[in-house]
């Protein structure tokens, strides 16, 4: 089993249930932010991103909330499906070069 | 769709020994990216091109990583000699140019012993 490394905050969410997962961001000068989705053993895969100008978007099933005041970003899933669990990145762009710095990520477990 | 590629998807070594992965981006896109993730942790940036030119290298272990983009195209990261902590997923990424998402393979294991 994976028992080396950092032990990722969880969220476990029963199936059909909305999830939140929170990220403090650490640049106030950050304008561009992204949520991935990581599963085991594969390379993180785009979500839904998010400018410094908007505080909200939505994608389908998904809402990212953006609160420059407190550097705060939230990643919203509605009906939470089982193929929603895995971990889950937020990243910021401070630079205009497009280098994204991820964040820690938080490992969602959807139970039925 | 256009993915990313990267090869090998797993590699075993030993510590001491040189080892190299490789990565070929989506088509037109100038900027690749070169990611180090260690298990339960998210990605760091090791290096960055802009084409064949390198914009971002701080993080990149220079003592014994390289990483050449030498027409602007696929890319290679060379660790010699690998060392235990090397261990990780080696990640590659591309994107068009400029600020916006990151198009990522699905990375190069490395496990050293």
Redesign the interface.
């Known amino acids: 089993g994976?028992s080396?490394?950092?032990?990722?905050p969880t969220l476990s969410v029963q199936e059909g249930d909305n999830s939140i997962i929170n990220c403090a961001y650490s640049n106030s000068a950050s304008?561009?932010f992204?949520w991935?989705k990581q599963e085991s053993?594969?390379?993180?895969?785009?979500i839904i991103?998010i400018r410094s100008n908007m505080d909200k978007r939505q994608g389908q099933r998904v809402t990212v909330l953006l609160n420059k005041t407190v550097k705060h970003l939230s990643l919203q899933i509605a009906a939470t499906q089982p193929g929603d669990s895995a971990v889950y990145?937020c990243?910021e762009?401070s630079d205009?070069?497009?280098?994204?710095?991820?964040?820690?990520?938080t490992q969602v477990v959807v139970t039925p | 769709e256009a993915e990313v590629a990267q090869s090998p998807r797993y590699k075993i070594t030993e510590k001491s020994q040189a080892v190299a992965f490789w990565c070929d981006p989506i088509s037109g896109h100038a900027t690749l990216y070169w990611y180090r993730q260690i298990l339960g942790q998210g990605p760091e940036l090791l290096v960055q091109f802009q084409d064949e030119s390198v914009v971002d290298d701080s993080q990149l272990p220079k003592d014994r990583f390289s990483a050449e983009r030498l027409k602007g195209v696929d890319s290679t990261l060379k660790i010699q000699p690998a060392e235990l902590g090397d261990s990780a997923m080696y990640l590659c990424a591309s994107s068009p140019q400029g600020i916006g998402e990151l198009f990522f393979g699905e990375g190069s294991r490395l496990t050293v012993l």
């Open positions: 994976e080396v490394g950092l032990h990722l304008d561009y992204i991935y053993g594969k390379g993180p895969q785009f991103d990145f990243a762009n205009s070069w497009g280098k994204l710095q991820f964040g820690a990520g």
